[in-house]
């Protein structure tokens, strides 16, 4: 108790602020509690982040829009290409359904001969062609990407009871780092891939309990613990959503829930942003 008393006393023991005005002999001073420099600190840092984060996805956006742009004005010019060939098309298919090459003399119009340069109409279209790979190579990439992304929660029905980061470990009372979250949930709630791979173990793993670990690609990796059954072999397929396990409490728990996890080239990140972005997706 005394240990506690002496701990707030510190955090609340004001620190005095003194400025001192170029133009005045008088100063001013501000007294502030230990614990509301901190949390202006740490409120300063969090706000820091949270701008940087949306300056890149807002840089992001603009280059996206900026690329399908450019993609949508070499389709309007693979279009006008298109049209004038029609249109060229009609004319000669028009002109070889007369009978006779006097007839197809008579009607033959050369005004606009010279109007069209294959050579240079093959060159635009293997330019257009070339767009259109690259256009769906693209696409593709970006499809690939967002399906090897995690997005959402891993049950349908469940809240976060610890966050990542710091914790005080419920069973050994030791500070540790929380690798991921907790979700906890109704034992037998069906525990959900997040995203598209392929599960690399699924089997028992010490205090994690039953343990679904998935591979999605980009650097991404998935964990899913203490399950109480697991319905995935290694080596096998799945896609966001489907059922990868059931809630359970087995290995080091104090009660039913998923420990997940979301790993980025082999480190642990939060995965809160990524279970928020299931919204916005």
Known sequence: MYRIKRILRRIFTPITIIFIPHTSQKSIRVKLPSAGIISLFLLWISFTIYIISVGVTTR????????LDFYKEQFQDLRTTIMTLKKEETRFKRLFSLDTKEEILENLDTSDFGSIDIELLKKQIEKTMESVGEIKDYLRQQR????????G???DKGYISSNFGWRIHPKTHKRLFHTGIDVAAWPGTPVRATADGIVSFAGWSGGSGKLVVIEHGFGYTTCYAHNRKIVVKVGQKVKRGDIIAYVGSTGNTTGPHVHYEVWIDKKPVNPKPFIRRRGAG
């Open 60 to 67: 992001q956006y603009y280059d996206l829009r900026e690329r």
């Open 144 to 151: 690939d990407i967002y399906f090897a992304t995690p997005m």
């Open 153 to 155: 929660m891993p049950v």
